[in-house]
């Protein structure tokens, strides 16, 4: 018995979002849908965060926490986010910054056709809700959720609403096809 395996819906946050669109947009027959999570068509890094990532990189890895998070979320989530990336080299984290910086698809977003789901979080500083804005008027019928007191770390801050957000793209996928 053959089976058909269904096309993927790939799921970025960030420079995975920014991994999703290269995809979308250079095979977008291998599948289904895309979500976007903290993402943009462009990823400009502030100097502020590259060149400290180099200067002194524990200060940057607090700055680094202190934009990726809400004001609201919990400090405890903030101090263990700068002690994981610290984990990490340094010049491991400079290539991740660095190659978000070079990404720009803000000419070629609107060429996406598949279903796409944006969510940003309403405090993200990173990557503002306007990236997220501009992608939703690009990309026709794209979904946009911004889900309140989250910042650019919305799927530890808020799981709960982002899996709601997912669950319910994928299940609109899903029924539309039948």
């Known amino acids: 018995m053959e089976r058909k395996l269904k096309p993927a819906i790939l799921v970025g946050h960030s420079m995975g979002g920014a991994i999703a669109i290269e995809i979308a947009l250079g095979q977008p027959q291998l599948i289904g ?5 903290g993402s943009g068509a462009r990823l400009p890094v502030t100097p502020v965060i590259k060149d400290g ?10 700055v680094i926490a202190e934009w ?11 101090r263990s986010s700068v002690q994981e990336l610290l984990e990490v080299p340094a010049s491991v984290t ?3 910054f660095e190659a978000c910086d070079r990404f720009d698809r803000m000419n070629e977003i609107e060429r996406i ?5 944006i ?17 939703k008027e690009k990309i026709r019928n794209a ?10 770390s919305v799927m530890l801050e808020k799981p709960e609403e982002l899996n709601t957000a997912l669950q319910a793209f994928i299940s609109d996928l899903r029924f539309s096809k039948v």
């Open 33 to 37: 849908g895309i979500a976007l999570v």
């Open 53 to 62: 990532v180099i200067r002194n990189y524990a200060r940057a890895a607090e």
């Open 68 to 78: 990726a998070y809400s004001p609201k979320t919990d400090p405890k989530l903030k």
């Open 94 to 96: 400079y290539g991740d």
């Open 113 to 117: 056709h598949l279903p796409t789901l």
């Open 119 to 135: 969510v940003c979080g309403e405090d993200d500083r990173l990557t503002p809700v306007k990236y997220s804005q501009y992608i």
């Open 143 to 152: 979904r946009l959720v911004i889900i309140p007191d989250a910042g650019h």
